[in-house]
C-alpha cells in the first residue's frame, strides 16, 4: 500500500508539475509581446472618423474661405494659409509648415484693362467688350476681384480678321485648312470655350499662325436648360466669362524653374526661354460679347457641329460680311508675367509603424474670385477631414503610415504649388508616398459620385462607399455605392458604379504622372448623359460664390460630406491597413481593356498597319504577363504572415512601387515631365486622360503627318515602349525564387 | 501539529507552484522565437567565405577561360557563358540563367582587312600597315584571333594629308586650331592614345571637321622602362596595337535601343538614328607603324608636350615633308556593323531575410581576343567568389539579402551587356539594389590595392582590408589595409590609402551613373607615381595572354587572391550586416571637398565671377545641410533598436536611398543617362570620374565659349541643380518628426 500511494504520489506529483509547467509555458508564450504591433482592427475608428465630419462644420469651412477674393500671390491667399495652417494645428496635427516658392504668376495691368474691340476703317473702337463681370449681389463692396483674362497671354494689340475656328481642336484647325481652305496666318481666331483645355486651343491657333485668340463661353456648352441665370439659378449670366491659364507646360510646374522648385537659390530661366508661355495675345469673353463679334461674320456657313446655340450664323470668316467689311477686330492685351511668392501649407500626422510610408490628400486654396466651388468645395471638405484627424488622434488613434495634408497654392496657374512641392521632395515621394488623393472642387453637379483613379484602388473606393450612405434624399438606408450604381453603372463588360482614368488638370498631375503614385480624386458630379456643359455653368466666374453650393448644389450640404467621407476614407484606409488596400489584379484588368482599346483605335487604318508591319502581338503577350504575375502575387498575399513585420512590409513595398513601375524615366514624346506610360492626357488636350498616352499620340499623329513611313515607325517605337514597361511592371510584382 | 503541518504543506504546495510556473513562464518566454531573427554573428563565416576563396583555384579558373578567343557575339564566348552557368549551378546557386540581348556589335570585315596606306602620288601604295599582331609563341594554331580595330568605326577610304595631334584631347584640338593655325577640315588626324578615352578623341576628330583618324600607341604612354616587350616581360611589342570601341554612348548602352533592353519586340533604330556612332573610319596602330606614318611628316616642330618617346620630331603637319610632299595616307576600313546577339549570365542567392534587397557583383566576360587580364583577371576571381559562396551555403548559411553574380557579355562594345541588363531591370534595381561591386580586370599592376567607389563605401573598404592578409612576398603577418597604406597614402588631409572616385568605362557605369546604386571596384594596380603608362602596356592587344599574368603579374596568384577577398567582402558583408555598412558622413566629408575643388576650379575665372555674380554659397550652405542631416542620422543609427525589424528596416532604406538622392532624372546636359549630380565622367574623358560633372563641363565650356555670358548662365544653373539636389539628398535622411 505504502509503496502504491508512494507511487500514486509520484504520479501526481509530475503530473502537477507537467500541468503547471506547460500553463506557466503557456501563459508566457502568449504573454510576451509580438514583434508585429497587435493591430487593433481600425475598423472601429474609421466609423468614428467618418461620422465625425459634419455638412454643418463643412458649411462653416465653406462660409469661412470664401468671404473674399483669394487669388494666388495675393495677400488675402496668404491670409487664408496662415488661418489654415493655424487651425490644423489647432485641430491636433503634429506638424503645419508654410512652404513658400517664387513661381511665375500673371495679372491684368491694373490701369490698362484687357479688352477686344471692333476697330472701323479708321481705327476707332465701335465696339468694346466688358471690362468686367457684373458683381452679384452682396459682393458690390469687394475689391480686388480680377475681371476676366488668360492668365499668361502675351501682350500686344493684333488687329485683323476673325476667323472661327469651332471648339480649336487639332481637328478643327485641320478641317478648317483642309476642307475649307482656310489660312488664319496674320489672323485673330475666336473658338468657344469647352471639350478640350483651352491652353491646347491656343498652342493649336498658334501653330496654325493666327495672332491672337479670343474664347467665348457659348450657351451650347455652358447652359443648362430650364435652368436660370445667377442668382436665380446655377445657370452663367451672358456677361460672365471664364478665367483661366492658358500654358502648354505638360506638367512642368514653374515655367522658370522645370524640374526643380521655385527656391530662393534656384536658376531661373529668362521669361523667352520659359516653358509653355503662349507668344500671342489671349482672351476669354462671356457670350454677350461674343454675339457682337460673331454677328456680322462673312464667309462659308459652317458645319452643323460647329454651331453653338447663340443667335447667330457661326459663319467662319475670315472678316466680317459685305456691311463690315472694313471692320477689323483688336485685342488690347496688357497683362503681366511676374514672379511671385506663393504659399502651401502642409500639416502632417506622423506615422506609428511606418513613419517613412506617406499617404497624401492635397487639394489647392487659390482662387480666381471667391472660389465658392473650385476649389473651395474641395478644401472645406480637406479641412473637415483635418478637424475629423485630429480628434482621431485625441482619442490615441494614430495611423500606421503617415498621412499628409496640403493645401497648394497657385493651381490655376498651372498647378504651381503642388509640382513646386513634388520637385522639391520628388525623392522622399518615390521612395516613401503610398498614394495621392486629390481634393480640388468637391462638387460640380448634384447627381451622382464621380471617381477617377488609378486601377488598384478600384476595389477599395467600392468597398468605402459601401460603407458611407447615400447623401440623397429619399435615399435613408441607401449606400452611396448604390445609389451611385443605380445612376452611373459601368458601361460596358462590368455591373458596377463607372470609375474613369484621371486625365489632368489638377494637382494631382505631378504625383500621379510624373512620380507615379497611386491617385485618386472623388466628386460629386452632374448626370453625363443628359448635361452635356463642360464642367459647370459658372466655372471660373465671379459666380462661383458660397451661395450658389447653399442655393442650388448642396443644400444641405451632404453631397460634400459624402466626398468627405470618400476622401477621408481613402486616406485612412491607405495608411492605417496593415496590408495595402492595393488591388493589382484589377490593374490587370484594366491594362487588357485599354491594350484592346488601342489595338481598336489602330484598326481604322487597317491596311496601313499591313503595309508598315505594326504588329500589338508584343503589347497583349506583355499583359498577359503581367495577369499572370498579378494573379500570383495575390495568391502569395493569401498566405502572407501578416505577423512578421518584415514580410508584410516587402509585399507592401511590392504594392506601393507598382504604379512606380509604370514611369518610364525618358518620358513621353517631347514631354519630359509626363512620365507614366499607362496614362496621361493626350497632346490635344491636357483634360482628357489616355490609355498607353504615347500610343495614342503617335495615332493621332499619322493623320497628319507628312511622312507616314515615318509617322508608323514612332507608332511602333511606342507600341514597343508599353509592351517592355508592361514587362517590367509585372516584375515588381515577384521576388526571387 | 497537524494544523501547522497542513499551513506548512500549503505554503510548501504555493512555493512549488509558483516556482514551476515561473520556471514554465521563463522557459516560454525565452523559448518562443523573436520575430527579429537571432541574426547570428556573420564574422565566422566571412572567415570561413573569404579563407575558402583559393589563389590555385583562382589560377585554374583563368586557365580554363582563356584558352581561346572569346569575343562578344561569337559562339566561343557564348561556351565560355555555358561552362559558367553549369559551374555557378554546380557551385551550388539557387538559380543561375543566361539573359540574351540583340545588340549592336561591330567586327572587321573578314574578306576585306583594315589597313592604312601611304600612297604616292600615282596612288600607288607605298607603304601599308600590319594587317595582324605577331601571335605570340604557343598561340600559333588559334583562329578567330580579330586584328587590331576600331569597333564601330565608319566605313570608308579617306585619303589626305596626316596632322598630329598629340593625344586628340579638347585642349589639344584647341592648341592645334587656335595657337597653330591648323584646320584638320579634310584632312586626316593622327593622335597618340592615353590621358583620355578613344571615343573622346573621335568625337574631337569629327568636331574639328578631319574625315579619318589614327591612333597610334607610343612608348611614352605604353612602356614601362626596363621591360622586355612579350613574352620576355610585359611591355607591348612594337607590332602589338590597342583594340577598342570609340562610341560616344554617354551611358546609352546598345545604339539602336536607348533606354531599353534590346529584346526581340525592342524597336531598333535605323543605324543612322543610333546613339553615338562616329562617322569617319578610324583606325589603331602600333608604336612600329607609326614611326613609319610620322617619319617624314612635315610642318612645325611641336612643343615638348607634344612629344611622345619615338625617334622622330612629332611634326604637325599638314602631310609630308618636301621631299616626301606628293604622298599622301590613306585609310582602308570595311568594318561592319551588326546586330547580333550576346549573352549575360545571372546567378543569384535567394536572400532568408530580405530577398528583395541585391547586392550584385558583376563583372564581364567578353575579350577582344584571349582576355588575360581584361576581364578573365576579374571573371576568375568572380568564379571563385562564386564558388567559395557556394560552399558556404552548403554548410548552411544564407545571407540576409539576395546576392547576384553577373557575368556580363558585350562589355568591350559600349558596356552592353551590363547596361542592357540594368535597363531590363531598371525598376527592381532602383527599389531593391543595395550596391553593385564591379569586376573587371582584378590586375593592371603589380604594387597595391586600387579601389574607386562611392564614400559611402570607404569605411567599408577600410574595414574589410583590415582583415584580409597582404599578398606580397616578404608581407607576412600585414594586412592588406597595411600593405596599402605604406604604398599610397591619400595625399591631401587624410592618413588613410587612397580611394578615388569612380569614373567610367567598365561596367558598373548603369548602376551607379544612371540608377544611383552605390558602387565600387578594386583591383591591383601599379605605382602611380612611377609608371606613367596607361591602363598596362598590352592592354587590348593579343599579348594579354594567361602567361603574362602568371609570369609577370601575379606568379603565385595571391594578388588575385586579395582581390578576390575585397571583392568577397564587400558583397558578404553588404548582402548580410544587419544594418547597411553605408557610412553617411563619409559622403558629407566627400561633398565638402567636392565643393572645394569646383569652387577653387571656378576660381580661375576670379573677375569673371563677379561680373556674371556667380556664387557658391548655395551649394556650401546645401553641403553643410547635408551634414548636418548626416550627423544626426548617424546618431539616430546608435540608438537604434535593432531588435525591432521595421525600424531596422526603415533605417536600412534610408541608407540604401542615399544614393539613390544624387540622380536627377533629367540627367546631365545632353546626357540623359548619366544622372548623377554628384559622380559622371566629364563630356571631354569618360575615363575620369569628375565630382559635380555638371558645374565641371559647364566651367569646361567657358574657354571655348563663344558667348560667355551665356556660358556663365550654365554654370550658374549648373551650382544651382548641384545644390538642390544636395539639399534634397539631406532631405531623405529624415525622417517625419
Same mark, same amino acid.
Given at each position: ?420 512641392? *513634388? ?7 518615390? #521612395? %516613401?508616398?503610398?498614394? !495621392?488623393?486629390?481634393?480640388? @472642387?468637391?462638387? +460640380? ?76 480624386? *472623388? ?7 443628359? #448635361? %452635356?456643359?463642360?464642367? !459647370?455653368?459658372?466655372?471660373? @466666374?465671379?459666380? +462661383? ?76 503577350? *506583355? ?98 515602349? *508599353? ?15
Amino acid at each position: 500500500m505504502r509503496k502504491e500511494s508512494r507511487w500514486i504520489r509520484w504520479i501526481k506529483w509530475i503530473v502537477i508539475v507537467t500541468v503547471l509547467f506547460v500553463l506557466g509555458f503557456c501563459i508566457g508564450w502568449f504573454a510576451k509581446p509580438s514583434n508585429t504591433q497587435n493591430h487593433k482592427d481600425s475598423s472601429h475608428y474609421l466609423k468614428d472618423f467618418l461620422e465625425e465630419m459634419k455638412a454643418d462644420k463643412i458649411r462653416e469651412h465653406l462660409r469661412k474661405f470664401t468671404q473674399l477674393p483669394h487669388l494666388a500671390g495675393t495677400e488675402q491667399n496668404l491670409k487664408y494659409a496662415e488661418q489654415i495652417m493655424k487651425e490644423w494645428k489647432m485641430f491636433g496635427l503634429d506638424s503645419v509648415e508654410m512652404v513658400p516658392y517664387d513661381v511665375l504668376l500673371s495679372y491684368p495691368n491694373e490701369s490698362q484693362p484687357n479688352y477686344i474691340s471692333i476697330v472701323d476703317h479708321l481705327g476707332n473702337e465701335v465696339f468694346n467688350t466688358s471690362l468686367a463681370e457684373p458683381v452679384p449681389q452682396g459682393y458690390e463692396d469687394i475689391s480686388n476681384i480680377v475681371p476676366p483674362y488668360s492668365a499668361f497671354s502675351a501682350k500686344g494689340q493684333p488687329e485683323g480678321d476673325l476667323v472661327y475656328v469651332n471648339y480649336g481642336r487639332t481637328e478643327d484647325f485641320s478641317q478648317l485648312q483642309r476642307e475649307m481652305g482656310i489660312n488664319v496666318t496674320g489672323r485673330i481666331v475666336i473658338v468657344r470655350y469647352g471639350k478640350i483645355f483651352r491652353g491646347n486651343k491656343v498652342k493649336n491657333a498658334m501653330l496654325a499662325g493666327a495672332k491672337g485668340i479670343i474664347m467665348f463661353s457659348d450657351p451650347a456648352d455652358y447652359w443648362a436648360d430650364g435652368i436660370q441665370p445667377y442668382p436665380d439659378g446655377w445657370n452663367l449670366p451672358g456677361r460672365g466669362a471664364q478665367r483661366g491659364n492658358v500654358l502648354n507646360l505638360n506638367g512642368a510646374g514653374d515655367p522658370l524653374t522645370p524640374g526643380y522648385p521655385a527656391k530662393e537659390y534656384t536658376y531661373r530661366f529668362s521669361p523667352e526661354d520659359g516653358v509653355g508661355l503662349p507668344n500671342i495675345p489671349v482672351h476669354p469673353i462671356g457670350f454677350h460679347d461674343a454675339i457682337l463679334l460673331l454677328n456680322n461674320m462673312g464667309g462659308e456657313i459652317p458645319p452643323n457641329n460647329w454651331k453653338g446655340a447663340l443667335n447667330v450664323s457661326y459663319r467662319i470668316g475670315p472678316g466680317f460680311t459685305d456691311d463690315f467689311k472694313s471692320q477689323k477686330v483688336r485685342m488690347n492685351i496688357h497683362t503681366n508675367n511676374q514672379v511671385t511668392r506663393i504659399y502651401n501649407v502642409i500639416g502632417k500626422i506622423r506615422g506609428a509603424q511606418e513613419p517613412d510610408r506617406y499617404v497624401i490628400l492635397g487639394g489647392h486654396r487659390d482662387a480666381w474670385v471667391f472660389g465658392g466651388i473650385d476649389p473651395m468645395s474641395g478644401a472645406a471638405v480637406v479641412h473637415e477631414t483635418v478637424r475629423s484627424a485630429g480628434r482621431l488622434l485625441n482619442t490615441g488613434w494614430r495611423p500606421r503610415r503617415t498621412i499628409i495634408f496640403a493645401s497648394w497654392d497657385a493651381e490655376e496657374f498651372g498647378l504651381l504649388g503642388s509640382t513646386e512641392w *513634388a520637385e522639391d521632395n520628388a525623392r522622399l515621394l518615390q #521612395e %516613401r508616398a503610398v498614394a !495621392y488623393i486629390n481634393a480640388d @472642387s468637391a462638387i +460640380e453637379g448634384m447627381y451622382t459620385l464621380r471617381v477617377d483613379c488609378t486601377p488598384s484602388l478600384h476595389t477599395l473606393v467600392y468597398d468605402i462607399t459601401k460603407q458611407i450612405p447615400s447623401p440623397e434624399e429619399g435615399e435613408e438606408g441607401v449606400s452611396l455605392y448604390e445609389s451611385w450604381h443605380k445612376r452611373d453603372n459601368w458601361t460596358n463588360d462590368r455591373d458596377a458604379p463607372r470609375i474613369s482614368k484621371l486625365g489632368s488638370g489638377s494637382d494631382f498631375e505631378a504625383y500621379f504622372i510624373r512620380l507615379g503614385i497611386a491617385s485618386g480624386r *472623388a466628386r460629386y458630379t452632374k448626370n453625363a448623359k443628359t #448635361e %452635356r456643359y463642360s464642367s !459647370y455653368p459658372v466655372y471660373h @466666374s465671379v459666380y +462661383e460664390t458660397f451661395e450658389i453650393v447653399e442655393k442650388f448644389y448642396d443644400p444641405s450640404f451632404k453631397r460634400l460630406q459624402a466626398v468627405a467621407q470618400v476622401r477621408g476614407a481613402l486616406i485612412f484606409l491607405l495608411a492605417d491597413s496593415q496590408l495595402l488596400p492595393l488591388d493589382v489584379n484589377e490593374y490587370a484588368d484594366s491594362l487588357r481593356k485599354y491594350a484592346q482599346s488601342i489595338a481598336q483605335l489602330a484598326q481604322k487604318n487597317l491596311g496601313e498597319l499591313e503595309a508598315y508591319k505594326v504588329s500589338f502581338d508584343s503589347l497583349f503577350s *506583355a499583359v498577359e504577363n503581367f495577369t499572370v504575375a498579378a494573379r500570383d502575387f495575390h495568391e502569395r498575399l493569401q498566405t502572407l504572415n501578416k505577423a512578421d513585420p518584415l514580410q508584410l512590409r516587402i509585399m507592401n513595398d511590392q504594392l506601393m512601387y507598382l504604379e512606380r513601375a509604370f514611369i518610364d524615366p525618358l518620358g513621353l514624346p517631347g514631354r519630359p515631365f509626363y512620365r507614366h506610360v499607362i496614362f496621361a492626357p493626350s497632346s490635344h488636350n491636357k483634360y482628357a486622360g489616355e490609355s498607353f498616352p504615347g500610343i495614342y499620340d503617335a495615332l493621332f499623329d499619322i493623320e497628319n503627318s507628312a511622312d507616314p513611313a515615318k509617322a508608323w515607325e514612332e507608332v511602333k517605337r511606342q507600341i514597343s515602349i *508599353a509592351a517592355f514597361t508592361v514587362h517590367a511592371a509585372a516584375m515588381t510584382l515577384t521576388l526571387p525564387a
